[in-house]
């Protein structure tokens, strides 16, 4: 046999192995196939050609595994059993850089399905690799190092706590600032990741400088990467008054305001989440963002979109009105109760619905004119129709419960409380009837309008309980009237005709 011959064998195995990785790479890609590669145990295949003395063959074999590892845990499972995490990252560290973008994806594949694989990843020494492929030249291998680091951090404050102490921050911090902006995403979102658990966590990416880098690309043409600039500024800003403040200091206002006019909903969405981090935490931060205008500008965005993008800024309208009195009448006169009606009316969603109910409740619980303002956009019936849906889930009762509560403790516009005369259960029908003992004997008008309206007739068909509170309600708005009204209403409801004889009623 001569060497040509001998050497053929070698070329066709190689040819053959090179095959055998790029068609199961391919198979990879289709999810109907994964059950078939899996039983036929193409893990156990896969793994020596890892070392190939063929870089392709290495390569294309990574790409297959994080194709499968990114199938399921049960994939990403086998490929920590089968003891490959050890391979990738002893790779990670030699091989050239088409090899570490396969190697750092297969990580993120494993990693991207629990912390407990995540944890697997970091205990075989990743980390410190990874953050070393942060400073390769190229923008792919830095990409690829980012988003597997981001993977990791996002389960958890141990594992995000994992990622920072191995030194990926301020490099994250300095892909932000690269050229190439699908590396700029991917290290913006590690950022969020990382900040999300906790202040001290949030604490770190604000001293390594992020702030002022992000809040500078809020305006950047590109819509993948502003949502993930405007959730990174938001994880920052959720844990407390001092992180917020960091934001509002970098001055992302009035420039966050635009973003809430975006085509993309996630941005959308990600700026009123932003918004409503600040928000919620001081009445000061509130009244800053009230003068900045962004009161009427989440208004309109709830006005021009639907479903889950409207939640933060329902919710932000809601932490603004609950601080003060003057926040809550910012929120009403830039309109803020009608499209919340219409929120609660229109949305299909229960969480949605139990957001607005909570952020009219906010609105309306401060004064008889705070309450009014809510009653006349006849949302009390709606509130009171969810509250008694069956179909409704807990947390919207209780919500729409609550909303009731603090609306009617203070309403004193009357004629938006009678129709729940009719409808309402025992519980909130006391909040009802106390508000009209409350009115009645200050308020002539008030008191013939009760007869007429059949207001007081239907107060004495509520069967109380002798000595509750609703039975003293009943009590003080029949002392209103002379006894015999009240016993004509019973016996002929239909006609008024003894009116004129009680001067005080006209």
Avoid at 155 to 172: C, K
Avoid at 485 to 498: M, R
Wanted: aromatic letters at 6%; charged letters at 20%; one cysteine or more.
């Amino acid at each position: 046999m001569s060497q040509r011959q001998v050497l053929q064998v070698f070329e066709q195995y190689q040819k053959a192995r090179t095959q055998f990785v790029q068609t199961v790479a391919e198979l990879a890609t289709r999810p109907q196939n994964i059950e078939t590669l899996q039983n036929a145990g193409v893990m156990s295949l896969l793994r020596p050609l890892l070392l190939d003395v063929v870089p392709t063959i290495q390569q294309t074999a990574a790409l297959a595994l994080g194709r499968l590892a990114n199938y399921n845990d049960d994939l990403a499972e086998a490929v920590v059993k089968g003891d490959i995490l050890p391979q990738l990252v002893y790779s990670l560290a030699e091989q050239n850089r088409f090899y570490k973008k396969a190697a750092a994806f297969v990580l993120r594949a494993v990693g991207k399905h629990s912390p407990q694989l995540a944890q697997a990843i970091v205990d075989c020494g990743a980390l410190d690799t990874l953050v070393i492929c942060l400073e390769d030249f190229d923008p792919g291998v830095k990409e690829a190092a980012a988003w597997a680091l981001g993977y990791i951090a996002r389960h958890n404050a141990e594992l995000s706590q994992a990622v920072v102490d191995a030194g990926a921050v301020p490099l994250l911090v300095l892909c932000i600032q690269e050229p190439e902006i699908a590396l700029k995403r991917i290290a913006a979102s590690a950022l969020s990741d990382i900040s999300k658990h906790s202040p001290e966590l949030a604490q770190t990416v604000v001293d390594a400088g992020a702030i002022a880098h992000l809040a500078q690309m809020i305006l950047n043409p590109d819509a993948k990467l502003k949502r993930q600039v405007l959730s990174a500024l938001s994880q920052i800003a959720k844990h407390s008054v001092d992180l917020a403040e960091m934001g509002v200091e970098a001055e992302i206002f009035p420039v966050v305001l635009t973003c809430l006019k975006d085509s993309d909903e996630y941005v959308k969405k990600n700026a009123a989440t932003l918004i409503r981090e600040i928000a919620k935490h001081t009445p000061e931060l509130s009244q800053l963002i009230v003068n900045a205008g962004g009161v009427a500008a989440v208004i309109d965005c709830i006005g021009n979109c639907k479903g889950n993008v409207r939640l933060p800024g329902i919710m932000m309208l809601g932490y603004v009105a609950a601080h003060s009195e003057n926040l809550a009448m910012a929120v009403i006169i830039s309109k803020g109760v009608p499209q919340l009606s219409i929120c609660l009316s229109e949305e299909q969603e229960d969480h949605i619905k139990a957001a607005a109910a909570w952020a009219l409740g906010q609105i309306g619980r401060h004064t008889p004119e705070h309450a009014r303002a809510v009653a006349v956009t006849n949302v009390l019936p709606v509130l009171l129709s969810l509250y008694m849906e069956t179909e409704s889930s807990e947390d919207l009762q209780v919500k729409t419960k609550k909303a009731l509560k603090n609306i009617l403790q203070k309403c004193t516009y009357l004629p938006a409380l009678e129709p729940l005369l009719h409808d309402a259960p025992p519980n909130i029908l006391k909040h009802v009837v106390g508000q009209f003992s409350k009115v009645l004997p200050h308020d002539s008008k008030a008191r013939r309008l009760f007869v007429t309206s059949g207001g007081l007739k239907k107060v004495q068909e509520i069967k109380a309980e002798p000595g509750s509170l609703l039975q003293e309600y009943i009590n003080t708005i029949n002392n209103c009237y002379p006894e015999e009204i009240a016993v004509y209403l019973v016996v002929s409801p239909l006609t008024y005709p003894w009116l004129p004889q009680y001067p005080f009623l006209s």
